[in-house]
């Protein structure tokens, strides 16, 4: 039950610093900018506190460390898999073109309105 009023305060958070922002319409953007952030944080840190928060803070610290052990592509290789890819466009267009304008004529010849 606590969990939720803290799920419940932590949504209210977020919906006063938007709020806020919209609130100090007068007010530098820097100073609007700055009541969505606070309304952000505090949401987060009280959401933290619960434990679908603990779960999903978790997971998040486990989603980055695996981006971190990701083997990206070297320049190279990248190039390399971009030009492939355009080259199979181009023949699977052509490829695509030959069988519509074939279709075309057969349909025509078919339809007894060939030239």
């Known amino acids: 039950m ?7 305060l932590s949504m209210l958070l977020v919906a006063a610093g938007i709020a806020g922002f919209y609130l100090l319409a007068d007010k530098a953007l820097v100073l609007r900018i700055l009541a969505v952030i606070a309304g952000v ?4 840190v009280l959401f933290r506190t ?3 928060g603990q779960q999903s803070f978790g997971f ?3 989603s980055i460390a695996e981006a971190k ?3 990206w592509p ?3 290789e990248t190039v390399q898999t971009t030009l492939v890819v355009f080259v199979l466009v181009v023949i699977v267009a052509a490829f695509l073109a030959v069988v519509d ?3 075309s ?10 030239a």
């Open 2 to 8: 606590v969990d939720k009023i803290k799920l419940v």
């Open 41 to 44: 944080v505090a949401a987060a």
């Open 50 to 52: 619960t434990a679908l």
């Open 60 to 62: 998040f610290g486990d």
């Open 69 to 71: 052990r990701v083997v």
């Open 74 to 76: 070297t320049r190279k």
């Open 101 to 103: 304008i074939g279709f």
């Open 105 to 114: 004529h057969m349909i025509q010849w078919l339809l007894g309105r060939s």
